[in-house]
T-cell receptor
């Protein structure tokens, strides 16, 4: 069964600290993996998109990595800010040309001052 | 660019009533998606359209759910009759078609509560 699992479910860190969120998937075949940020009460916003041939992609303080062999991805947040408090959702597309994305249930991050 | 616009933002209604959710995609986007988000199941794709034509509705939970896209700038998701288990946040998203990997642009959702 195609699945996307994220860990941890929730995380609390202090402002200025770094953190890493994990995503493991069993989706096959694999086309691309996306990370979204979802603020409370808002829709998800795309952070990064990676294909199987890419193993790292950055968007400001956000850096995503992908290991297509082990089917793992991580999202690293550097020098966290209060505005980083949100849910981070990992999404996997199973094959090129399809829009049936498989969504993880997200990691809820809280950054404290 | 105004982004994807959904209305209403909140809807509270009684079981058995008809509910209509509305979406205006970003101009020029060929694809429109309807998702449902719950705490237990996360985001689930209900249906998506390409150039106003429904492509995959396998995620629509029951015949009580229906979606239409009469033109490129408007789509509706209807639930009739509504049930308490339909309570969730419903998102509309759009993205341009063509080659490459395009990010989906989500609206801010409709929070639906069925009493």
């Amino acid at each position: 069964k195609n699945q996307v699992e994220q860990s941890p479910q929730s995380l609390i860190i202090l402002e200025g600290k770094n953190c890493t969120l994990q995503c493991n998937y069993t989706v096959s075949p694999f086309s691309n993996l996306r990370w979204y940020k979802q603020d409370t009460g808002r829709g998800p916003v795309s952070l990064t998109i990676m294909t199987f041939s890419e193993n790292t992609k950055s968007n400001g303080r956000y850096t995503a990595t992908l290991d297509a062999d082990t089917k793992q991805s991580s999202l690293h947040i550097t020098a966290s800010q209060l505005s980083d408090s949100a849910s981070y959702i990992c999404v996997v597309s199973g094959s090129s040309g399809t829009y049936k994305y498989i969504f993880g249930t997200g990691t809820r991050l809280k950054v404290l001052a | 660019d105004a982004g994807v616009i959904q209305s209403p933002r909140h809807e509270v209604t009684e079981m058995g009533q008809e509910v209509t959710l509305r979406c205006k995609p970003i101009s020029g986007h060929d694809y429109l998606f309807w998702y449902r988000q719950t705490m237990m199941r996360g985001l689930e794709l209900l249906i998506y359209f390409n150039n106003n034509v429904p492509i995959d509705d396998s995620g629509m939970p029951e015949d009580r759910f229906s979606a239409k896209m009469p033109n490129a700038s408007f789509s509706t998701l209807k639930i009739q009759p509504s049930e308490p288990r339909d309570s969730a946040v419903y998102f509309c998203a759009s993205n341009p078609g063509g080659a490459g990997y395009q990010p989906q642009h989500f609206g801010d959702g409709t929070r639906l509560s069925i009493l």
